[in-house]
């Protein structure tokens, strides 16, 4: 399994309780902090022979490497999450990988977060939810970037027949939901929820999907049942515990 961004906070949370699982090849433009306990590349995204020989063999690729903050500018978002995205997915498609899994998130969509639903929309009691059928509407340029990779997604599904499956991740913590922020506490994706999460994206079977990759919050306004029917994901975590 190639796991792309294998050094950040995501990739953290996977092999901390995957890393035993799976024979990980592991690529980041950082370099290993200490010895890594895997075959790790570094190289950049962008870089298209250094990936192609990085996906050569794999059955599967989870892709996370990009520029994952909101407030990210456009030059950032181009490069690494869009151009990087393309060249990861079309060296896989290409390679004949089994199954892409791509590292989208909640901003792909945060624009359905108006005036008028919050903050209420953020609270037990209201029953908005978003399933993953609804159109695109980012917040930001990183949500356009998110939008962008979820498409290339598509294309090469449907060019090649390969098995993708774009994860809107919500807000991954460590330890316990972010405090004072409901926003972040209806989004919360726990560290097991998320190594779980992906796990499940590797096992299971699918053609293209795109799911809610967030904790059993009971203050969600997305939809997770996408999640549990087609990957058979089985959330443990619930940030009204904390
Ligand atoms: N942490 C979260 O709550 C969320 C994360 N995501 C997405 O999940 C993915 C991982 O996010 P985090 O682990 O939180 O971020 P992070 O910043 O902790 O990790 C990203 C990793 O990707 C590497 N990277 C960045 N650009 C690269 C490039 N051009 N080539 C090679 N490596 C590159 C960085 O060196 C870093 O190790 C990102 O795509 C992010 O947008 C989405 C929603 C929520
Ligand atoms: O996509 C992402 O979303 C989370 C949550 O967004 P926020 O605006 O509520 O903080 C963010 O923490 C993460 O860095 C980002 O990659």
Request: net charge negative; proline share 5%; charged share 30%.
């Amino acid at each position: 399994m190639l796991l792309t961004g294998a050094s950040g906070r995501v990739g953290e949370a996977i092999l901390r309780r995957l890393g035993e699982e799976y024979d990980w090849r592991l690529l980041d433009r950082e370099p290993p902090t200490g010895e890594p306990d895997h075959e790790y590349v570094v190289a950049d995204v962008t870089d298209e022979e250094a990936v192609r020989e990085a996906v050569d063999g794999m059955d599967a690729v989870i892709h996370l490497a990009g520029d994952p903050r909101p407030e990210a500018p456009w030059d950032s978002v181009l490069a690494n999450n869009i151009d990087g995205t393309q060249t990861v997915v079309a060296a896989a498609a290409d390679a004949g990988v089994g199954k892409f899994v791509f590292a989208s998130s909640n901003h792909a969509v945060g624009a359905y977060e108006t005036d008028e639903r919050t903050p209420e929309l953020y609270r037990t009691s209201d029953e908005f939810r978003l399933d993953g059928t609804e159109l695109p509407r980012p917040s930001n340029l990183y949500g356009v970037g998110k939008v962008a990779g979820e498409t290339l997604c598509r294309y090469y599904h449907d060019e090649t027949g390969m098995n993708t499956v774009c994860v809107r991740v919500g807000n991954l913590t460590e330890d316990h939901p972010p405090i004072d922020y409901e926003r972040g506490q209806a989004m919360w994706l726990s560290y097991r929820d998320c190594a779980h999460l992906f796990e499940r994206c590797l096992e299971a079977d699918y053609d293209y999907e795109i799911v809610y990759g967030i904790s059993d919050n009971d203050r969600k306004y997305y939809s997770i049942e996408r999640a549990r029917e087609v990957l058979g994901y089985d959330p443990q975590d619930n940030s009204a515990r904390y």
